[in-house]
């Protein structure tokens, strides 16, 4: 195993162990939709799964969607997870 592989692996780990610690709490959400569209809303995360996470969002006061999310989203910064008071990453040690 390369070295770049292990350091990935490892950060994929840390990232699913950090986002269980944030199961149930409110977030800030920002998805790269690509085509310079980006999403940004509040939500809760509220499920996570061996490959993916979901985040309950609400765009709007009729419109609520669940987005699901790989933890290489997190990786890439494809998606970005925020503490919505202070406006906070949650995954600062990536930066």
């Known amino acids: 195993m390369s070295i770049p592989n292990r350091l ?3 950060h ?7 986002i ?13 939709l690509g085509r310079g569209k980006v999403m940004e809303c509040n939500g ?3 499920e996570a799964y061996p490959n993916l996470f979901v985040v309950k969002v609400r ?3 009729d419109e609520i969607r669940r ?8 990786l890439t910064k ?4 925020s503490n919505p ?11």
């Open 8 to 10: 990935h692996t490892e």
């Open 85 to 95: 008071q202070n406006g906070e990453n949650l995954f600062s040690w990536l930066h």
């Open 67 to 74: 987005i699901s999310c790989s933890y290489a989203d997190i």
């Open 59 to 61: 765009k709007n006061e």
């Open 78 to 81: 494809t998606v970005e997870l």
């Open 20 to 32: 269980q610690v944030h199961l149930g709490k409110n977030l800030r959400v920002r998805i790269n």
């Open 44 to 46: 809760v995360l509220e």
């Open 12 to 18: 994929v780990s840390r990232i699913k162990s950090d």
